[in-house]
Every structure is written in structure tokens, then in C-alpha cells.
């Protein structure tokens, strides 16, 4: 056993077991994270003894800081205005995830196991939530993209929210439950809500604070400190006044992509360079919190509480996809993708281990909930790896020629009585969209002005109206279908049923030729494509069409020769 004065050795080798063991489960066709939690199980009080209890809580520091920065990164992918085309499909899954999901474990756990209510519908609530620190990192490690991904992050930075909620409600009514001489009141239940509140607007405020540090700074040592700063702040300030530390860091990270979406700078991505560090260790040590001693107390309830859990995030997913209209890969897969749980669920669980109103069933909770969880975080990274690989957005984390057109900024409503309009149209998605240095007027003028030199029509229903102006280090764009055309004057006579509208930055010509010649040669030219993109019905499947059809990649192709990642 290392001593527990020696926390620099503790945590030393604690990263180089976590390091080694991801390369492992690697080779092994494994997620990482699933080695990291082994290797932690493995050197920890519960086979192997290397490391004591004392040794891997003197590191809690280091943890609530991890906790706090993957929390940040989840909330970074909230982006109001990207996220506005899926809105309803994450609305949709949350609201699923908060009914099915807790009512199938609570009955499984009450109904089948006659588990006390109070028991029950706590660990129920806590089924809600998915570990963001393991989606977020075996997306990561198999250099997944795409709209499948963003809908995933988003999904699990809101069904945290959601589990937070959901729990602050459950424990007020077990607390009355298991306090006879106490009643039932509007204040009681309004108490959690306000935490839940404050929580919120701590991450809203240091975000703000930030933002404003930050807006004239661009060394990137201050901005590393001061987002070093932030979210410590945020963690302990949050911790200090017993506020929910995933939920105000959730804030901050949303806060930062919405207020300044551009600036990657501050915030998690500045601890980019060593965030495999983090997760190595922080993995590792959650590895060594799970015993196998729980399973002999818990071991059937939490496979119960498991069972019910899987089911309903797949079912959750199959339903509200289903009803969103989304693609069969939406459908099939996504549930199957939120199934690994760990952080927050710990964290709850000490909110009730450590209140001595709930002592009579400390020790259910500690086994069930640990032994669930020793299964969400061994099976379910394993599950989400799969979902990534058979949703097709496995591996894509490379440069595209068409990589500006994604989910976001394709409409299947574009409308108008002729090009201007339309043109119109697709500038204003493009503002919304992405935060460009110039008014929708001046961006009008330089695409008209090049439309008047030469038409941009292609024919067989394509136009493609572009301008290179300054708009940043990247082409932007948006993209409109027309299921019935818009009558403007074409070579071939046919209306246009497609335009995509390309900005691209003056100092890239040779990309510009690039963008236009693929779409030109794909769409332009195959009648197969044009049948399919002119009557999808959604931009997400528009986005599956040009991004994972199987002919895609031969228009489509990636900008460099190497392999994709996590294959």
C-alpha cells in the first residue's frame, strides 16, 4: 500500500495505470474508459490493495475539478441556435428518459422486489442521468461527429438537468416519508427548485464574469488562467454552498457556447492538450470506489435497477425518435448510447448516505447504486461505442470537403418567389448559425454581385450562388430544398429544388473550386441523389444523405489520406 503522504506517487501512478490500461482495452477492441475502470478495480481495496481508501480521497480534489471540466465541455455542445433543428427530438428524449426510465425501475424495484417506496423512487431518479464524462470521452477516443453526436452530448447535458430535478423533488417526499411528525407542504417541495435555481444561476453568473475578463484578451496563458480560474470557482463555490457542482459547471459550459460560440479559447477547451490525463485518472479512481462486496448486498436489486434503467433509455429512445420523425439510426441506436452512468449518480447517492434522516437505509442505497453502477460503467461504455459505430457518425472526426453543411443549417422549407428571396433566406440561416463579421445586406451584395457576373444555376433543380468574403478561417454556408421549386429563370428551363449557398474566406480559392466542383458532380449530376434530396422531409435527413450515403464518400471525401480514427 502507498502511503498517504505521498499523494504526488498516489496520483503518478495512478496515470500511468490508467494510460496503460486504456492502450490494453484498446487493442482489445474496447473504450478505454471500460480498461481505466477495470485496472481501478483492480489495484483498489477491493482484489489487489495497492491503494487504500485514504489514498484515492486525498485526490477529491482533483476529481470535483475533473467533474467540473467534463461538465463544462457537455455543456459547451448546448448551442441555442445549432441546436434549434433538433429541439424538438431533445425534447422529445428528455421527457421519455423522465417518465419511462424511472417508472420501470421503480416498479421493477417496489412491484417486484417490494423494495420500500421511499428506497425505490430515490434510486429510480437517479437512473435518469448518463455519465458525461464517459459519453464525452469515448466520443473522443473514436473521433465520432455528426448529428447523431450532437444530439447525444445535448441529450445528456438535459437528462442531468433533468435527473437533478427529478431527485431534489424524490428526496424531499422520502424526507417526509421517513419524518412522521413532518407534513407534506408547497414550501417543502419548492425548496429543491430553488437549490436547483441558485445551482443554475451561479454557472450563468462566473459565466458572464469571464466572457467579460476575456473579451479583450487573447495571450493564451491568461485566457488558460482565468478559465482555470472559472471553474474552480464554480465547483467550489458551488460545493462551499451545497449547490449541485454538475449542474452549475453545466451551466457555465452553456453559458460560454452561447454568449461567445467562436471563442474555443476559454472555458474546457484550453485544458485540451492534457484532457486524456484527466480522464485517465479520474476514470481509474472511479474504478477503485466500486466493490465487488456490494453485489452480495445489492447484487439482484441493482441488476434489477439495471435491467429497468436499459430499457428505458432504449425504449425512451426508440419512442421520441420515433415521433421526432428522425432517421431508423436516431432510432435504433441513441438510447443504446446513454446507457453508461457514474459521477452524478455517486454524488447523489452521498446526498443520501450522508443525512442521517435516511440512516435506516444508507446501506441498501450505498449497494444497490454502487453495484449498478459497477455495471453502467462496465457494460454501458461498450454499448455506446457500438451505438457510435452502427449510427455511422463513428470515425468522422476528420475534414470533409462538405463539413459546412451539417444538420443545422439545412432547411427542407425554403420558400420564395424567386433567387433573391431565396438567397435571402439561406444568408439569414447562415447568420443564425454562425457568428459572422458581416450584416445580411453586405453578404446579400457580394453574392448578387457575383451572381450578375455569371449564373449560378447548374441545372437538374441545383443552384449554388457563393461569395468569397471574409467570413473567418472556414467556408460557411447554408443549405435550402424546395419539395415543389422555386421558379427561377435556369439553362435548363427545370426550377430549383436545391440551393446551397457557399461563403467562402478569400484566402482559400482552391477549397472554393473544391466545394462547388462536389456538389456540381454529385448532386448536379445524379439523378439518384436529386430524386432523394428533393423529397427528404427533414434536414436531418438531408444531412445523412450527404454525410453517410453510401456513395458520399466519392464526392464527399475526406481531406486527408489517413485513416479515420477509433477504427
Given at each position: 500500500?502507498?502511503?498517504?503522504?505521498?499523494?504526488?506517487?498516489?496520483?503518478?501512478?495512478?496515470?500511468?495505470?490508467?494510460?496503460?490500461?486504456?492502450?490494453?482495452?484498446?487493442?482489445?477492441?474496447?473504450?478505454?474508459?471500460?480498461?481505466?475502470?477495470?485496472?481501478?478495480?483492480?489495484?483498489?481495496?477491493?482484489?489487489?490493495?495497492?491503494?487504500?481508501?485514504?489514498?484515492?480521497?486525498?485526490?477529491?480534489?482533483?476529481?470535483?475539478?475533473?467533474?467540473?471540466?467534463?461538465?463544462?465541455?457537455?455543456?459547451?455542445?448546448?448551442?441555442?441556435?445549432?441546436?434549434?433543428?433538433?429541439?424538438?427530438?431533445?425534447?422529445?428524449?428528455?421527457?421519455?428518459?423522465?417518465?419511462?426510465?424511472?417508472?420501470?425501475?421503480?416498479?421493477?424495484?417496489?412491484?417486484?422486489?417490494a423494495l420500500d417506496w421511499p428506497v425505490s423512487l430515490l434510486i429510480a431518479t437517479i437512473c435518469v442521468s448518463t455519465a458525461p464524462a464517459t459519453v464525452l470521452a469515448i466520443v473522443k477516443e473514436t473521433a465520432s461527429r455528426g448529428a447523431f453526436v450532437t444530439t447525444l452530448i445535448a441529450a445528456v447535458a438535459l437528462n442531468n438537468l433533468a435527473c437533478i430535478i427529478l431527485f431534489e423533488l424524490a428526496r424531499t417526499l422520502a424526507l417526509q416519508a421517513m419524518t412522521p411528525d413532518s407534513s407534506l407542504s408547497v414550501s417543502n417541495l419548492l425548496g429543491p427548485m430553488g437549490l436547483v435555481a441558485m445551482s443554475v444561476a451561479m454557472g450563468v453568473v462566473i459565466g458572464f464574469v469571464l466572457i467579460g475578463l476575456t473579451r479583450r484578451t487573447v495571450r493564451p496563458d491568461r485566457l488558460s488562467v482565468l478559465s482555470l480560474i472559472a471553474i474552480l470557482l464554480t465547483a467550489g463555490l458551488s460545493e462551499w454552498l451545497e449547490l449541485s457542482v454538475l449542474l452549475a459547471c453545466l451551466s457555465l459550459g452553456i453559458t460560454l457556447a452561447n454568449v461567445t460560440p467562436d471563442k474555443d479559447e476559454i472555458g474546457h477547451g484550453v485544458f485540451e492538450s492534457?484532457?486524456?490525463?484527466?480522464?485517465?485518472?479520474?476514470?481509474?479512481?472511479?474504478?477503485?470506489?466500486?466493490?465487488?462486496?456490494?453485489?452480495?448486498?445489492?447484487?439482484?436489486?441493482?441488476?434489477?435497477?439495471?435491467?429497468?434503467?436499459?430499457?428505458?433509455?432504449?425504449?425512451?429512445?426508440?419512442?421520441?425518435?420515433?415521433?421526432?420523425?428522425?432517421?431508423?439510426?436516431?432510432?435504433?441506436?441513441?438510447?443504446?448510447?446513454?446507457?453508461?452512468?457514474?459521477?452524478?449518480?455517486?454524488?447523489?447517492?452521498?446526498?443520501?448516505?450522508?443525512?442521517?434522516?435516511?440512516?435506516?437505509?444508507?446501506?441498501?442505497?450505498?449497494?444497490?447504486?454502487?453495484?449498478?453502477?459497477?455495471?453502467?460503467?462496465?457494460?454501458?461504455?461498450?454499448?455506446?461505442?457500438?451505438?457510435?459505430?452502427?449510427?455511422?457518425?463513428?470515425?468522422?472526426d476528420r475534414a470533409r470537403v462538405l463539413d459546412f453543411l451539417s444538420e443545422h443549417n439545412i432547411t427542407t422549407d425554403l420558400s420564395g418567389d424567386g433567387k433573391e428571396a431565396a438567397i435571402t433566406q439561406l444568408i439569414r440561416l447562415a447568420k443564425s448559425t454562425h457568428n459572422l463579421p458581416h450584416d445580411e445586406q453586405t453578404i446579400f451584395e457580394a453574392v448578387m454581385e457575383g451572381e450578375a457576373a455569371a449564373c449560378t444555376c447548374v441545372?437538374?433543380?441545383?443552384?449554388?450562388?457563393?461569395?468569397?468574403?471574409?467570413?473567418?478561417?472556414?467556408?460557411?454556408?447554408?443549405?435550402?430544398?424546395?419539395?415543389?421549386?422555386i421558379p427561377i429563370k435556369t439553362p435548363d428551363g427545370q426550377p430549383v429544388h436545391c440551393m446551397v449557398l457557399i461563403l467562402t474566406p478569400t484566402d482559400m480559392p482552391e477549397r472554393h473550386l473544391e466545394v462547388l466542383k462536389a456538389l456540381a458532380s454529385s448532386i448536379g449530376r445524379d439523378g439518384a441523389i436529386q430524386q432523394q434530396l428533393y423529397h427528404v422531409d427533414s434536414p436531418a435527413h438531408a444531412d445523412e444523405l450527404i454525410h453517410l450515403d453510401e456513395h458520399s464518400e466519392g464526392w464527399n471525401y475526406y481531406l486527408d489520406s489517413g485513416e479515420p480514427n477509433g477504427d
Open positions: 500500500m502507498l502511503a498517504e503522504t505521498n499523494i504526488l506517487l498516489v496520483l503518478a501512478v495512478i496515470l500511468v495505470a490508467g494510460v496503460i490500461s486504456a492502450s490494453l482495452a484498446k487493442l482489445a477492441s474496447l473504450p478505454s474508459v471500460t480498461g481505466q475502470i477495470l485496472i481501478g478495480v483492480l489495484l483498489g481495496p477491493s482484489v489487489l490493495h495497492v491503494f487504500a481508501e485514504e489514498d484515492f480521497h486525498a485526490l477529491k480534489p482533483i476529481l470535483d475539478f475533473a467533474l467540473g471540466l467534463m461538465a463544462v465541455a457537455v455543456g459547451s455542445h448546448l448551442n441555442y441556435r445549432k441546436l434549434a433543428v433538433a429541439r424538438r427530438r431533445l425534447l422529445l428524449l428528455v421527457a421519455m428518459e423522465a417518465t419511462f426510465t424511472p417508472v420501470l425501475v421503480f416498479c421493477g424495484l417496489h412491484l417486484g422486489a492534457f484532457e486524456s490525463a484527466i480522464f485517465a485518472v479520474f476514470f481509474t479512481v472511479a474504478g477503485m470506489e466500486l466493490r465487488f462486496d456490494t453485489l452480495a448486498i445489492g447484487g439482484l436489486l441493482a441488476v434489477l435497477a439495471f435491467a429497468g434503467r436499459a430499457i428505458g433509455k432504449i425504449l425512451a429512445g426508440q419512442v421520441s425518435m420515433r415521433l421526432a420523425g428522425t432517421p431508423a439510426r436516431f432510432r435504433n441506436w441513441l438510447g443504446m448510447a446513454l446507457v453508461p452512468q457514474a459521477g452524478l449518480a455517486v454524488g447523489l447517492m452521498l446526498l443520501i448516505t450522508d443525512d442521517v434522516t435516511f440512516a435506516p437505509i444508507r446501506e441498501v442505497v450505498l449497494a444497490v447504486i454502487l453495484a449498478m453502477v459497477l455495471l453502467n460503467e462496465t457494460i454501458g461504455p461498450l454499448l455506446t461505442r457500438f451505438g457510435l459505430k452502427k449510427s455511422g457518425d463513428f470515425g468522422r441545372g437538374n433543380g441545383l443552384a449554388l450562388p457563393h461569395a468569397r468574403i471574409d467570413v473567418g478561417e472556414t467556408i460557411v454556408g447554408a443549405m435550402g430544398i424546395s419539395r415543389f421549386g
